[in-house]
């Protein structure tokens, strides 16, 4: 048991020292790759029948994914701003029928979609930054 937690603690600081040495490409490539974690998780937790670790890691990847939504640029984005806000409402609204009716399926679809965003991303990272993927599965 306490190893886990010092796997955990080891864990977050790692994270947390990514995220102060990201740049905002970085940035968002680190929300996509968390977003798909916690689905992961909550693939993991549905087959496991842990319905509150679940629950949680739903919510967690709720929250990343409207922050990522909440931080497009709609004025210097346009079309494709507006396009991905759309996306993003609906993995949301996938992650949320995902938690009320226990559906892999749907956690699966969100999964794959965060992935095309990710692969998306990769392609226009700026040149010499290193690649963080996320991929459709693990």
């Known amino acids: 048991m306490m190893q886990r937690h010092y796997a955990q603690q080891y864990r977050q600081s790692q994270l947390e020292g990514a995220v102060m040495d990201a740049d905002p490409h970085k940035l968002v490539a680190l929300l996509l790759s968390g977003a798909c974690e916690r689905i ?5 937790c549905l087959e496991r029948g842990e319905p509150a670790r679940k629950g949680k890691a739903i919510g967690e990847a709720c929250s990343i994914v409207g922050h990522l939504n909440g931080s497009l640029d709609h004025e210097a ?16 609204r996938r992650l949320t029928e995902a938690n009320l009716h226990n559906d892999p399926a749907a956690l699966r679809e969100c999964l794959e979609l965060l992935g095309e965003i990710d692969s998306a991303w990769t392609a226009i990272r ?13």
């Open 40 to 44: 992961r998780l909550a693939e993991i």
């Open 77 to 92: 984005g346009g079309e494709i701003a507006a396009n991905l806000s759309s996306l993003y409402d609906y993995v949301l």
């Open 126 to 138: 700026p040149a010499g930054e290193p690649a963080l993927t996320v991929g459709a599965s693990a």
